[in-house]
């Protein structure tokens, strides 16, 4: 986790909005914030954003979830469309 938070804090300015730490050195992401706040930071009116707001952990039946599965799982993908 430290890796992953030390890239998320280096790279953006908005870690404290996009992050929880769950227990001492492990934190949880709010990713589809992360995105958003990018996507707004590059110029797109949050208006225009739209986003899925499933937990990939609570859907197991929609969602591959690396922690949950304790990494024996399958990929997803994300992917950005512009109208």
Sequence with gaps: DRPVRDAFRAGSGYWEA?????????WQLDIGK???LQLEAAGISGE???AVAECTCCH???FFSHR???GVTGRQMGFVLMK
Excluded: A
């Design 34 to 36: 992360s995105c958003r």
């Design 18 to 26: 996009i992050s929880d730490e769950v227990s001492l050195g492990q």
């Design 48 to 50: 225009k954003i739209d």
């Design 60 to 62: 197991r039946e929609l």
């Design 68 to 70: 949950r599965d304790q």
